[in-house]
């Protein structure tokens, strides 16, 4: 069966700090990955995707995720989080069907 | 291009009256379908998914429907609103390493 998981609920970081979102995978191949953003009352944002090739994705805001295979992760990190990062963030995986990680809520310390 | 329809914005129903939320896609064929459920401070669950017209698949038992009685069209129904089926609900479509939202529907089942 296919799953994502996301082990971390909450993550609270301090300005400035790096940050690393972790998102693992059960599937038997390789799926389509995505993270997504979801501020307070608002909808989803595609932050960046995976499907083939280079295994380093950028995406928008300044994110990027890296795609293991041998661990079956994609997860998403940013070099400087800014007060604007904190949202909730979800990892999500495409094969049969577009399955959902449970999230994660980032704070950030001023 | 490619967009998705989701209406109402907002909906407060009494419990025990039905529920039909419609969403509709356009700038695709044959897209992969898919309701999902957001409680409060919840992650995405994912209530139904279509791979076709009249296929539907539900992934948890619960006091909801859905039908797809359009390539474009996906529905998801009620026929007596409980308490427990206040949420945001989100309609996606998804092709192979593409995903799209709908700006979702916040019901609020009194």
């Known amino acids: 069966a296919q799953s994502v998981t996301q082990p971390d609920i909450h993550i609270t970081v301090s300005e400035g700090a790096s940050l690393e979102l972790r998102c693992n995978y059960s599937?038997?191949?390789?799926?389509?990955l995505f993270w997504y953003v979801q501020s307070p009352g608002q909808g989803l944002q595609l932050l960046l995707k995976y499907f083939s090739g280079d295994t380093l994705v950028q995406g928008i805001k300044g994110f990027e995720a890296e795609f293991k295979r041998s661990q079956s992760s994609f997860n998403l990190r940013k070099p400087s989080v800014h007060w604007s990062d904190a949202a909730e963030y979800f990892c999500?995986?495409?094969?049969?069907?577009?399955?959902f990680g449970q999230g994660t809520r980032l704070t950030i310390n001023p | 291009s490619q967009t998705i329809h989701q209406w109402p914005a907002t909906l407060v129903q009494p419990v025990g009256s039905p529920l039909s939320l419609e969403c509709t896609v356009e700038?695709?064929?044959?897209?992969?379908l898919y309701w999902y459920r957001q409680a409060a401070g919840r992650g995405l669950q994912l209530l139904f998914y279509s791979v076709g017209i009249g296929q539907i698949s539900s992934e948890v038992p619960q006091n909801l429907s859905a039908s797809r009685p359009q390539d474009r069209q996906f529905i998801l129904s009620s026929k007596k609103l409980l308490l427990s089926d206040s949420g945001f609900y989100l309609c996606?479509?998804?092709?192979?390493?593409?995903?799209?939202f709908g700006q979702g529907t916040r019901l609020t089942v009194v």
């Open positions: 700038g695709t064929s044959n897209p992969n």
């Open positions: 999500a995986f495409g094969a049969q069907k577009l399955v």
């Open positions: 599937y038997g191949a390789t799926p389509y």
């Open positions: 996606a479509w998804q092709t192979g390493s593409e995903a799209f």
